[in-house]
């Protein structure tokens, strides 16, 4: 098993429509979790940081963590074409006295006009 | 707002020829990693740099990558003799103290003919 299982999609939705990302994972001891989103051929953005379980909210992005069911989502909603990229969670823990950070996949995402 | 700097943004070369991908991590950051993406396909991490020695590497990061933080602002990754598998995407991250948010510098792209 994966420590952190991402679904790739693609994932299209028309403009407006709310978007559910969604990740889950192994390791107890993450204690981090980020959202990237990247265009090609750049580089990943951090779109948001939350370090407990709970919901954080920034506009039209919420981020969700559920560390029971060790589970992570991202909410956009009213979605843009703009939003149209790759999505990328991450996690990190304390491994012998530096951060490691764990990547999914990434999932595409695609948003219609 | 800090951010990595990396430099150059794309390199052409030749195939054996050694190259340096220098990146600027955000100042007062202590953790330092380099990544790879080859188009169209995911992150791959490939070093994590702590207290002036390597914290992690993964197998990717065999004896013809070294990394190197000269004077204590920069963070250099030299690929000794390139290959043209090495053609892709490099990216600088860092991560500051008491966090575990990893920021991204916009990446060099490397062209190896």
């Known amino acids: 098993q994966k420590e952190v299982e991402q679904d790739p999609g693609p994932l299209s939705v028309p403009e407006g429509a709310i978007v559910s990302l969604n990740c889950t994972y192994s390791?107890?001891?993450?204690?981090?979790f980020m959202w990237y989103r990247q265009y090609s051929r750049k580089g990943p953005e951090l779109l948001m940081y939350t370090y407990s379980s709970g919901n954080k909210e920034d506009g039209r992005f919420t981020a969700q963590v559920d560390k029971s069911s060790k589970y992570i989502s991202l909410f956009i909603r009213d979605s843009q074409p703009s939003d149209s990229a790759t999505y990328l969670c991450?996690?990190?823990?304390?491994?012998?006295?530096?951060?490691?950070?764990?990547f999914g996949t990434g999932t595409k995402l695609q948003v219609i006009p | 707002e800090p951010e990595v700097t990396q430099t150059p943004s794309h390199q052409v070369t030749q195939m054996g020829q050694e190259v340096i991908l220098r990146c600027v991590p955000i100042s007062n950051h202590l953790y330092f990693y380099w990544y790879r993406q080859i188009l169209g396909q995911k992150v791959e991490f490939l070093v994590s740099?702590?207290?002036?020695?390597?914290?992690?590497k993964s197998e990717i990061f065999d004896d013809q990558f070294s990394v190197e933080r000269p004077d204590g602002s920069n963070f250099t990754l030299k690929i000794r003799s390139t290959k043209l598998e090495d053609s892709a995407m490099y990216f600088c991250a860092s991560i500051g103290e008491n966090t575990g948010e990893l920021f991204f510098g916009e990446g060099s792209r490397l062209t190896v003919l």
């Open positions: 390791n107890s001891a993450f204690q981090y």
């Open positions: 991450a996690m990190s823990a304390n491994s012998g006295g530096y951060q490691k950070v764990t």
């Open positions: 740099f702590y207290n002036n020695e390597i914290s992690e």
